[in-house]
């Protein structure tokens, strides 16, 4: 794809530039918890933040994004700070947008989805994978084509042409088009692929872990398949599904980790992924998993929720698994502070039994890492695997008796 979709300098400064759009009622603390994301998505893509840039704005600058003073103010900073090669927007920028902003700013500029594409395109690994990505890239850059040539005035004619011929700007666009059509197709024979092989899985419970991105799922696949499932501290470790065949107490079944969730999900990567995310369509039972420790966990729920309920509207078992409580923290409130608590002064306890309260699915409480409470997350789980095994497959209930006392 060039160097346009290319972050990759291990040397590589940045900025990052947000803004409180209150069309959207957003308030300066969303702001820069969105930074804070996009800061670790810099960092995963290998660049290095120096500074961020936010204004307050009624809606976005058609024409910049942000307004001409903080422009500048950015342009100054640039003129100073020479070192810093990458400009990175926490919204996806228009065509218009992004070409006046790089005239103005005189940098690479990067947006939220360019930069989520560029990980995806370095964390691909399958063929399904990398067919994916390489789609959602052209599909993001067919719109941009325009600020990609100098040579627009240039003419092709000749045997065969209507008229003077086609500028290089039509060619390139006929020629991703072609390669959109070509990728699609090799994703519908790979779909194929896919769905033959979870036909050929037979009637097994199926059960998928889903849930933000970096939240333990392949650590806690890792523990209960035993297997070894690449894990990183780093955001989309995982993006092809990966699926195990795990055994708990005689019953097997078969549990598949799935690409994580995040805000403002590049729509072109939903619907290049959505393939990959049949895998929890066709599940029989969803285990969410949260990073507890996270400070905005809930807002990570909702976020996955909604992404859900968008790709699958089958009520089905699902578990809420609060994962990483051995990194939990909170502060403890004085007894004279009069102010309400907020979320970082509830204890783990007393967040267990908000969750337990709410009663509308079932919450476990676990560290996947350390494994703490990892025999009562598998009973649990067992129980209504068992279930749905048992009412599949109702002759096969000897498989279920514990016949260890006959070994003796």
């Known amino acids: 794809m060039g160097e346009y979709l290319t972050t990759k300098n291990d040397s590589e400064k940045a900025i990052l530039i947000g803004i409180v759009d209150q069309s959207k009622n957003m308030n300066p603390q969303e702001v820069d918890e969105y930074l804070d994301e996009l800061d670790f998505l810099a960092l995963t893509a290998g660049a290095e933040t120096l500074k961020r840039f936010t204004q307050k704005l009624e809606y976005p600058n058609p024409k910049t994004f942000v307004g001409s003073g903080k422009l500048q103010e950015i342009s100054d900073f640039l ?95 006929r020629i991703i088009l072609d390669k959109i059509a070509k990728l699609k197709l090799d994703l519908k024979k790979i779909d194929k692929q896919k769905s033959t092989q979870r036909k050929n899985r037979g009637k097994l419970v199926r059960v998928a872990l889903v849930g933000y991105t970096n939240v333990g799922k392949s650590t806690l696949m890792n523990v209960l398949s035993k297997s070894d499932v690449f894990a990183e501290n780093k955001l989309f470790a995982t993006l092809d599904t990966t699926v195990r065949k795990v055994v708990i107490q005689n019953v097997p079944f078969l549990l598949a980790d799935t690409v994580g969730f995040i805000r403002k999900l590049p729509h072109h990567l939903v619907e290049s992924f959505k393939s990959t995310l049949d895998e929890v369509r ?94 009562e997350f598998r009973d649990k789980v067992y129980e209504v695997i068992r279930e749905i095994h048992s009412a599949r497959f109702p002759y096969n209930d000897f498989l279920y008796q514990d016949y260890s006392n006959l070994l003796d």
């Open 79 to 173: 003129e100073v700070n020479e070192e810093v090669g990458l400009v990175i927007f926490d919204d996806e920028l228009s065509p218009t947008q992004l070409r006046n902003v790089e005239r103005i700013l005189k940098r690479k500029i990067l947006d939220r989805t360019n930069l989520i594409l560029d990980i995806f395109a370095s964390r691909a690994q399958t063929a399904h994978a990398k067919t994916q990505v390489e789609l959602a890239q052209y599909q993001y850059l067919l719109p941009r084509l325009t600020r990609m040539w100098t040579h627009l005035e240039r003419q092709r004619g000749g045997i065969g042409m209507r008229g003077p011929g086609e500028t290089q700007i039509e060619t390139d666009r």
């Open 282 to 375: 066709e599940a029989d039972i969803i285990l969410h998993v949260v990073d507890i420790s996270h400070p905005n966990f809930e807002d990570h729920i909702k976020v996955v929720n909604e992404t859900m309920a968008e790709i699958d509207k089958k009520e089905k078992p699902t578990f809420l698994v609060f994962n990483k409580i051995d990194a939990f923290t909170y502060v403890k409130k004085d007894a004279d502070d009069l102010l309400p608590k907020t979320r970082e002064n509830y204890s783990l306890e007393e967040l267990k039994q908000m969750w337990l309260a709410k009663g509308e699915t079932s919450c476990l409480f676990i560290s996947a890492k350390e494994k703490e409470h990892i025999e």
